[in-house]
């Protein structure tokens, strides 16, 4: 985990704190104290505005989440593993601009505390273990590099190996033009791999933030089984600039706004942040990892009858009970060590995985 | 990696400067040798898909329609006698004149555009025809109705399918690869560009207004991008570099199509031999790849700069006297990142 303080989100049903009516001198609001909206022009209390989970008390406007705090929204208290915390960008095409992009790296690392605009792991939604990515807008503008794009598909691939489900969370102005074409490349990357996650079965649940543009949106961040995005975010793919400086035409209302994208029919859900947690622990209900086809059938041994499984029950209360060792396995991985590594058959039991609380997954057609 | 990019990058402009159009500075500064490669991948006499595979196939058919919405003429689908091999051809097509261009929006494909190229792509794999594709776009139409319709919901779904399909893919990068738009048919077992393509992830003058604030400083942009042929290939992304002949493809349409057509049969060749599974799985390997990065240790970096408690304690109590402190960069989750400032 980077160093960012993991503020714990248990008290944000409190009512948020108004400001006194005596409003002091506007040079008396220190930035680390206080945040302006940015919709409304409410000057909020930053303690405050975390408890409510960084939303606008007077409008609704959801402010950004550092990667930290959006793990800490989504997963269970405590049970977030990093993988691959290590991994780093180089500076491949030597690119300079204004600045090199080493110093652009360096300087965003300080001000951070991460080493680039993603971090991924394991961790639980409600009991369940996940594999989830999350990006962080604050790192860059979220633009997605080698370091990225290799997070998401190091996290697709455990999904993929463990088969459990899949979560990424989007935050990121598109592909890093310090990379140049390699970045180009990591739509490739990451949307080959998920290509073999959907079609072995195993669930993606793609959540889109303010804002997921460019070829992060054009790339994993649409492909979800089920896409869910925040209010109002900034969804597309090209920026709204582009869009209106290239094409002299009036842009239609809320624009690439998350319910633009749902009235036209790419998003599942728009759902407030106090929510989102609760949606995906839903959803999970419903998105599991169909079961993997029995390979073989050793000879002369009688197949016990499908459904009877006297200790099921047991079973059944120990993963429930038990503290799930989430992250079995898996050590972390080496430079490039990939997607190849086969399916790894869980340890777990010789008969057809346990989904006896779950409807078992529908398969998203094919697009 | 420079010398040599600059050393073909000679040859090539010698030859374009004595073309009538050709840029004609002294190109010594590998900025406007980069550039004048930028303007002949974008000339407008440039051989598309259609002089292409007309000069290069014995038969062709146009195939039209995605079946969904309509039939978007700025990407061209058929079936093609190249050789003795018949395959599928994908692309984009820039018109010739300005009627055209309308016609074929300036080459720039709508989502229905790529959903034409996958459904015409699955059929190849059906029926068991290696696809060839043709790349020359500027990016994606990046106007409302392709944003209605779902254009990085269709580049998506094309990236996945090519890195799926049991078929093989071999793709030809003409004149512009223009960002996803060009990556949406790109995704291929052999890639291979003409010496006057460029490929890269943003438009030059994209990245020049936003890294350096102004669309004039795209010649900059363009060289710090290594968007060239010959420095794709350098870096891995393009594998086969096709020399052009004369000045430019746009001189001799029919020499730079046999030129291609001779690259394009032995690649098929090549391919025909490997078997489907290694095929798909050297594909999936080869952008798997892609990527520089080093793995450190995990050990975090030094955490960010902030208030100290006793700071944070005075500001809690009188933020007033205290305001002075916010000179000290606050800590992150507390502020609003700027608007975006990445593509
Ligand atoms: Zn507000």
């Not at chain 1, 009235?263 to 993997?292: M, T």
């Not at chain 1, 041994?301 to 079973?315: C, D, G, K, Q, V």
């Not at chain 2, 009538?20 to 406007?32: M, S």
């Not at chain 2, 062709?60 to 309509?70: I, Y």
Request: aromatic share 6%; charged share 25%.
């Amino acid at each position: 985990m980077p160093p960012v303080p993991r503020t714990r989100l248990e008290g944000w049903s409190d009512v948020p704190i108004k400001l006194p009516s005596f409003r002091p001198r506007r040079d008396a609001y220190p930035p680390d104290l206080w945040t302006k909206c940015p919709s409304c022009g409410e000057m909020l209390f930053n303690k405050q505005l975390d408890k409510v989970l960084r939303v606008c008390p007077s409008c609704g406007h959801h402010f950004r989440l550092s990667a930290a705090a959006r793990l800490d929204l989504v997963l269970d208290h405590g049970s977030f593993a990093e993988r691959d915390g290590g991994l780093e960008s180089e500076d491949p095409l030597g690119f300079v601009d204004q600045k090199g992009y080493p110093d652009r790296i360096a300087a965003a690392q300080l001000a951070t505390g991460m080493r680039d605009a993603a971090v991924w792991g394991t961790g639980l939604v409600d009991g369940r273990p996940v594999a989830i990515c999350v990006m962080d807008f604050g790192f860059m503008g979220g633009s997605m590099g080698a370091v990225v794009g290799e997070k998401v598909t190091r996290a697709t691939e455990h999904a993929l190996a463990e088969r459990i489900p899949l979560i990424v969370v989007s935050a990121s102005g598109g592909a890093r033009m310090q990379e140049g074409t390699l970045s180009l490349m990591q739509l490739a990357k990451t949307v080959s791999a998920l290509e073999r996650l959907r079609a072995a079965g195993v669930p993606f649940v793609s959540i889109l933030t303010d804002p997921t543009t460019g070829g992060v949106f054009a790339s994993y961040a649409v492909l979800g089984d089920v896409n869910i995005a925040e209010p109002n975010a900034l969804i597309g793919f090209a920026g709204a600039r582009v869009s209106a400086g290239t094409i002299a035409q009036e842009l239609p209302p809320g624009f690439q706004r998350s319910e633009f994208l749902y009235e036209h029919g790419f998003l599942d859900l728009v759902v407030h942040r106090s929510a989102l947690r609760d949606e995906v622990v839903g959803l999970l209900r419903y998105l599991v990892a169909r079961p993997q086809p029995v390979v073989e059938v050793i000879e002369g041994e009688p197949l016990a009858l499908p459904n009877f499984r006297p200790f099921s029950f047991l079973t059944n209360l120990a993963e429930r009970v038990l503290p799930p060792e989430s992250a079995p396995a898996a050590p972390p991985n080496g430079n490039g060590a990939g997607p190849g590594t086969p399916p790894t058959p869980t340890p777990s039991t010789s008969g057809p995985r346990e989904s006896s609380t779950s409807p078992p997954a529908e398969e998203a057609p094919r697009g | 990696m420079v010398d040599r990019i600059l050393g073909r990058g000679r040859d090539a402009t010698a030859e374009a400067a004595e073309a009538a159009d050709a840029v004609t500075a002294a190109l010594t500064d590998p900025k406007q040798i980069t550039w004048a490669r930028v303007q002949l991948a974008r000339n407008l006499r440039r051989p598309r898909i259609l002089d292409l595979v007309g000069a290069m196939a014995e038969e062709f058919v146009e195939l039209h329609g995605d079946r969904l919405f309509g039939d978007d003429e700025a990407v061209v689908t058929g079936l093609a006698r190249i050789g003795d091999r018949r395959v599928v051809v994908v692309g984009q097509q820039k018109g010739a004149d300005t009627e055209e261009n309308i016609r074929r929006n300036f080459g720039m494909p709508h989502p229905e555009g790529y959903r034409k190229a996958m459904r015409i792509m699955e059929l190849a794999e059906r029926f068991g025809l290696p696809i060839v594709t043709f790349v020359d776009v500027p990016g994606a139409h990046p106007g409302p109705e392709s944003e209605e319709r779902g254009i990085a919901e269709a580049i998506a779904r094309s990236i996945g399918l090519m890195s799926r399909l049991r078929t093989p893919i071999v793709v030809v990068i003409t004149g512009e690869g223009g960002s996803g738009g060009a990556l949406a048919i790109a995704v291929g077992d052999v890639v291979v560009a003409l010496e006057n393509a460029v490929y890269s992830v943003i438009s030059p003058e994209g990245c020049a207004s936003i890294l350096w604030r102004t669309s004039d400083e795209a010649p900059t942009a363009a060289l710090a991008m290594r968007m060239t042929a010959p420095e794709q290939q350098a870096l891995g992304v393009i594998d086969i570099v096709v020399p052009e002949p004369g000045a430019g493809a746009h001189t001799d349409h029919a020499e730079t199509a046999r030129r291609l057509k001779a690259v394009i049969v032995e690649q098929l060749d090549a391919l025909a031999r490997v078997s489907l599974d290694d095929l798909v799985e050297a594909r999936y390997r080869r952008f798997r790849g892609f990527g520089a990065f080093r793995e450190v240790d995990a050990t975090p970096p030094p955490p960010p700069e902030r208030p100290g408690l006793a700071d944070r304690l005075r500001n809690l109590l009188d933020p007033g006297r205290w305001s002075g402190i916010s000179s000290i960069p606050a800590g992150r989750a507390d502020r609003e990142p700027p608007a975006r400032d990445e593509v």
